[in-house]
C-alpha cells in the first residue's frame, strides 16, 4: 500500500527560487528516502535520513524529517533547469518488512 | 559502465503474449526489485531477491514470475499479457535487504499491449 503522500503534486518556479515539497507518512519509519526522476529516466537516489536524524544536507538539497508529525521535507536552494523533475519520498518500515514503498511525487518544473 | 541496466528499454507486443525483461547489476549488491510504475507515476513494489532468494512476493498475477539465476541478475517473465500491464517496469538493487540503503534503479521498460 502508499505509504508516502507528496504535496503539492506539482510545482513551478523561476530558476533561482528555492524549491520546498512535503511528504507525509502514515506508520512508524526507519528511513525515509528521496528520490529524483528525469522524464523517461529511472529513480535517482538523493538522501537518505534515519529516524533518529531530523535534518540533512547534500548539495543545494535539504530534508527535515518530523517524526511526531509523520512528515518531511525536501527543500532546493537556488533552483536550475536541470531540476526539472518528479521528486518522490519513499519510506522503509519495519512492519512493512523494510519494503521500500514510494509515494505518488511532485512533479517541478523551473522556468528559465 | 551502467549500475544497473535492463534490457529492452522498450517492449510493445500484442495481447496474449509472452515476455520477459532482463535486468543485471554490476555494484556488487546482494538485494534486487522489481517494481512497477503506472501512467500516473504510482511505484509498486512487486518483487525482491536477497542472494538470489525470493524474499518479497507482492499481489501479483501469477503470470508474472522473476528469476534471479544468480545475486548479480533478476529477470522478469511475463506470460500471457494483458493491456493492463502496460508500465514502465524499472529493476533495482541495494546492498541489503534491510531497507537502510538507497535504491540503484535501472532506466526501466516500458511495456506497451496493444
Known amino acids: 500500500s502508499q505509504q508516502g503522500e507528496e504535496d503539492p503534486q506539482a510545482l513551478s518556479i523561476q530558476e533561482g527560487e528555492n524549491a520546498t515539497m512535503n511528504c507525509s507518512y502514515k506508520t512508524s519509519i526507519n528511513n525515509l528516502q528521496w528520490y529524483r526522476q528525469n522524464s523517461g529516466r529511472g529513480l535517482v537516489h538523493l538522501i537518505l535520513i534515519r529516524s533518529n536524524e531530523r535534518e540533512k544536507h547534500s548539495g543545494r538539497l535539504r530534508v527535515t524529517l518530523d517524526t511526531s508529525k509523520k512528515s518531511s521535507s525536501l527543500l532546493i536552494t537556488a533552483s536550475r533547469a536541470a531540476d526539472t523533475a518528479s521528486y518522490f519520498c519513499a519510506t522503509a518500515a519495519r512492519s512493512n518488512d523494510y519494503k521500500l514503498s514510494f509515494g505518488a511525487g511532485t512533479t517541478v518544473t523551473v522556468r528559465a | 559502465d551502467t549500475a544497473v541496466s535492463q534490457t529492452p528499454k522498450y517492449l510493445v507486443t500484442q495481447m496474449g503474449n509472452d515476455k520477459s525483461i532482463k535486468c543485471e547489476q554490476n555494484l556488487g549488491h546482494d538485494t534486487m526489485y522489481w517494481y512497477k510504475q503506472d501512467s500516473k507515476k504510482f511505484l509498486k513494489i512487486m518483487f525482491s531477491?536477497?542472494?538470489?532468494?525470493?524474499?518479497i512476493n507482492e499481489t501479483v498475477p501469477n503470470r508474472f514470475s522473476p528469476k534471479s539465476p544468480d545475486k548479480a541478475h533478476l529477470n522478469l517473465h511475463i506470460n500471457s499479457l494483458e493491456l493492463g500491464d502496460s508500465a514502465v517496469y524499472f529493476c533495482?538493487?541495494?546492498?541489503?535487504?534491510?531497507?537502510?540503503?538507497?535504491?540503484?534503479f535501472g532506466s526501466g521498460t516500458r511495456l506497451t499491449v496493444v
Open positions: 533495482a538493487s541495494s546492498q541489503a535487504a534491510q531497507g537502510s540503503y538507497g535504491y540503484t
Open positions: 531477491y536477497n542472494n538470489k532468494e525470493l524474499i
